[in-house]
């Protein structure tokens, strides 16, 4: 094939040559774009409401899980006495 530009590292290929050259040359990885590394982490939020929200969410999920905890707490009591 016939070189039409300027460039004398083609000289003397096939097109399937070039064609694979251009095709190594320019791909991109996919696995090291923005968009594939913004998959795999988390954004944070710094705006005080979301703060604030992410909080108050822990402390009610902590908290029901201390009620429950605290609610059995006699029973367990009591079983470990009985067995022990």
Not at 19 to 34: C, F, G, K, W
Not at 57 to 67: C, H, V, Y
Request: hydrophobic letters at 45%; a positive charge.
């Amino acid at each position: 094939m016939p070189c039409i530009c300027y460039n004398k590292t083609w000289t003397g290929l096939t097109q399937e040559q070039i064609i694979a050259h251009l095709i190594r040359n320019t791909s991109i990885d996919a696995r090291n774009t923005t968009m594939a590394l913004s998959k795999l982490s988390c954004r944070r939020d710094e705006r005080p409401v979301s703060v604030i929200f992410g909080y108050v969410a822990s402390g009610l999920i902590g908290g029901l899980f201390l009620l429950v905890v605290i609610s059995d707490l006699p029973r367990l009591i009591h079983d470990f006495r009985f067995y022990f």
